[in-house]
């Protein structure tokens, strides 16, 4: 027989179930400080309770990637979420990893494991019935097992080699139901073991370029320096014979901040700045009619044509210098990159 209406409360009486505490503005800030300050809570314990057994566990992590093998994550419900959240971290980072859903792992999924893989087991009460069955059986197949849980001495932090143990004494639920200091934490503990993995690996920016060719994040990473700088025509360069003066002039028209100087086969011999000009205005009042080799940079910093932007920003960042010279293969100057450029690929 089908239900009735009757059978389900009305539309009035469900709004009547869930109708609203009215609360004044300094309540609703007053309570989502308390929430915070409990999260920030249980990240401040987390953080001091981190000791050689989360050294081990990221060690491990990471010869396990160095090796050729993968990471498998896996956990139910939120546990699930934060999960494949770090599944997308690990990759970005050149870590290979896999999301394995517990249930379907008994089902055919657990051809996804191989010997010398690692598999990070989450659950915050360390009791989730799925993860129990899952843990034993994977470890047939010589696989690491790792607990992610708050509680050190659960089922499942006795049935893996390994634990990662995060704090989280109370949620931030007023009912201590909803998951939320106990995410957090874990969350926290996940992505710091993420990093750990990225330094241990000296992961660099260029790799994280490859990772990351689409989106704009991608693209400013992956962009080379022939398409951020200034090309012939937009920047200035001469002759390393040519006086100070007609440097300037040559400066002037481009509005570049520097100009690139060549020698008689072509190739880049020094760089002439607006610095270089107001500090021969102070100490020399007749350098505009002496050769600008007397006054240059020779030797200047340099980088190949082709490069990463990512490059250059770094160039940028550590030398604190304003413009740098792209060469081709020859050395000859082919382009200025001005630190102006740079925002085309500075990341925010």
């Given at each position: 027989m089908r239900p009735s209406p009757r059978d389900f409360p009305s539309l009035k009486s469900a709004k009547r179930l869930l109708t609203t505490k009215k609360m004044d503005t300094d309540e609703i800030i007053a309570k989502g400080r308390r929430c915070i300050e409990i999260e920030a809570d249980a990240l401040k314990k987390t953080s001091e309770q981190l000791d050689s057994g989360f050294a081990a566990v990221a060690s491990a992590l990471i010869e396990t990637v160095n090796q050729g093998n993968k990471l498998i994550l896996s956990g139910i419900g939120k546990s699930a979420h934060i999960a494949q959240k770090l599944v997308g971290t690990l990759n970005s980072i050149g870590a290979p990893a896999s999301f394995l859903d517990p249930v379907n792992a008994l089902h055919g999924d657990m051809g996804l494991c191989r010997e010398g893989d690692a598999l990070l087991a989450f659950s915050n009460s360390g009791e989730t019935e799925e993860l129990l069955r899952l843990v034993p059986l994977i470890s047939r197949f010589n696989v690491l097992c790792i607990a992610v849980t708050s509680k050190k001495d659960s089922s499942l932090a006795q049935l893996c080699q390994n634990s990662l143990v995060y704090s989280a004494d109370k949620e931030a639920c007023p009912l201590d139901l909803a998951p939320t200091a106990s995410s957090t934490a874990c969350m926290a503990i996940g992505d710091a073991v993420a990093m750990v993995i990225l330094e241990g690996r000296a992961f660099s920016k260029e790799d994280f370029a490859r990772f990351h060719p689409g989106g704009s994040l991608g693209k400013s990473l992956a962009v080379s320096v022939n398409g951020i700088m200034r090309t012939p025509g937009e920047f200035a360069q001469l002759?390393?014979?040519?006086?100070?003066?007609?440097?300037?002039?040559?400066?002037?028209?481009?509005?570049?901040?520097?100009?690139?100087?060549?020698?008689?086969?072509?190739?880049?011999?020094?760089?002439?700045?607006?610095?270089?000009?107001?500090?021969?205005?102070?100490?020399?009042?007749?350098?505009?009619?002496?050769?600008?080799?007397?006054?240059?940079?020779?030797?200047?910093?340099?980088?190949?044509?082709?490069?990463?932007?990512?490059?250059?920003?770094?160039?940028?960042?550590?030398?604190?210098?304003?413009?740098?010279?792209?060469?081709?293969?020859?050395?000859?100057?082919?382009?200025?990159?001005?630190?102006?450029?740079?925002?085309?690929?500075?990341?925010?």
């Open positions: 002759s390393d014979t040519a006086s100070c003066k007609d440097c300037l002039k040559q400066m002037t028209n481009p509005n570049s901040g520097c100009i690139a100087l060549t020698d008689h086969d072509g190739k880049l011999s020094g760089v002439f700045t607006d610095g270089d000009i107001r500090r021969l205005v102070l100490t020399d009042a007749d350098f505009l009619s002496k050769p600008v080799s007397t006054f240059m940079t020779r030797n200047p910093i340099v980088i190949r044509s082709g490069s990463l932007a990512v490059e250059a920003l770094r160039v940028f960042e550590s030398l604190k210098i304003d413009d740098l010279i792209v060469v081709d293969e020859h050395g000859a100057p082919i382009g200025v990159i001005d630190g102006q450029d740079l925002t085309k690929v500075r990341m925010v």
